[in-house]
């Protein structure tokens, strides 16, 4: 796994790392029927990501909205096309409102 010079999780391995967990969450839900899967989602970031326990659930705990919402773009996607799709037009609505918040504290 790959860290800056901070020991900051570099963007690339984050993204591939919520996108994992979206899948999962996914899995877990839609063809396995478990209702709330975010422990089985933690042991397994951590797992296979190396991660402590408490940094697992910090990572699903800030992450959650977005894990949530690309597991819908798993479910809704009929093809990669459109899923793909789907992530640039969450990227994008995420971006606006990050602009619309610092419009507001300024």
Known sequence: MSE???GELLVKEFTERTLNAARLHYL????IGIEDPWHTIVLSICAFDKLHLKDGWEFILMNKQDIEDVAQLFELSNSPEEFREGLIALKEQ???EQ???RDLGQ
Request: hydrophobic share 30%.
């Open 4 to 6: 800056d010079e901070s």
């Open 28 to 31: 877990l839900r839609q063809e």
């Open 94 to 96: 995420d971006l606006m």
């Open 99 to 101: 602009m619309e918040k």
